[in-house]
Structure formats: structure tokens, C-alpha cells
């Protein structure tokens, strides 16, 4: 009987990065790695199924609190970057 194999995560990031990236075909990388054409091509899908769903598709309400949050952070910075122009005017009087 044969025992099903089990992978790391790690590991099948780089199965798929091999036809992602480098170009490989996926019955080719399945060869190269010892495993299942099929078994590859579910795992590509997989991935790119996480990736849709974290590149901006998230809930209107948390689209919305970031929105807010990045709008707060934008502010501070903007004042931040006020201060110091300010005191860099005041130490080139100073020194000058």
C-alpha cells in the first residue's frame, strides 16, 4: 500500500515560484521534483487563488478603517515633516 506524502508549505512555494518565475512548464517541474503533474497545477492554483483573495478584494468595512488609518498616518507625517523643516530653518540661522 503505498503511504501519501506529505509537503511543506515551503516547499510547494518553491514548486510553484519554479513556473511562476522561472518559466518552467508544470508537467516539466513535476518531473524535475518528483511529484504528481496534477498535484503541481493544484498547488498553482491554490496560490493564486490566496493571492486574489489578499490584493484588495477584503471587506468594505476593513477597506474602509484602512482608509482611515492611512488618512491619520498622512496627517501626522505631513506635520512631522512641518516640524522639521522648521527647525532645520532655525539651526542654518543659528549657524549662520
Known sequence: MNKRRKYT???KEDAVKL???QGYQVAEAARNLGVNA????RWKREVEAAEGES???GSPKAVQA???RL???NKR???EREILKKAAAFFAKESG
Open 9 to 11: 508549505r515551503e516547499f
Open 66 to 68: 484602512e482608509l482611515v
Open 77 to 79: 507625517l505631513r506635520l
Open 19 to 21: 513556473i511562476t518565475e
Open 55 to 57: 490584493s484588495g478584494n
Open 38 to 41: 496534477s498535484v503541481l497545477g
Open 71 to 73: 488618512r491619520k498616518e
